[in-house]
């Protein structure tokens, strides 16, 4: 695997540690849910945002679900950590001492 690819999974590895983290993002609390690792992508959940309505297959409003995001694992060129990892990585950081 090259080096790239390694500390990639790396990094994957230590956010699959940050689920269930809590971030302050741009004035939004947003708490990690998952992590999709082929994607490259974190969802996370708005604490503040009010849920949605969710329609069913006929448009049909049918039940409320929270607010998610979804930002990137990787900075736009992809050589580091995106703002958004950085910032559960500190936190993670911060519990652990």
């Known amino acids: 695997?090259?080096?790239?690819?390694?500390?990639?999974?790396?990094?994957l590895e230590r956010l699959r540690g940050c689920i269930g983290l809590h971030i302050a993002w741009r004035g939004?609390?947003?708490?990690?849910?998952?992590l999709l690792a082929t994607e490259g992508r974190l969802v996370l959940r708005s604490?503040?945002?009010?849920?949605?309505?969710?329609?069913?297959?006929?448009?049909?409003?049918?039940?409320?679900?929270?607010?998610?995001r979804e930002l990137p694992v990787?900075?736009?060129?992809?050589?580091?950590?995106?703002?958004?990892?950085?910032?559960l990585l500190r936190v993670l950081a911060e519990q652990q001492r």
């Open 74 to 87: 990787l900075s736009e060129d992809g050589t580091h950590p995106s703002e958004a990892a950085e910032a």
């Open 47 to 68: 604490l503040d945002a009010a849920a949605t309505l969710q329609a069913d297959q006929h448009g049909d409003p049918r039940r409320r679900t929270p607010v998610l």
């Open 1 to 11: 695997m090259s080096q790239v690819g390694s500390s990639r999974a790396e990094l």
């Open 28 to 34: 939004e609390t947003l708490q990690l849910q998952d």
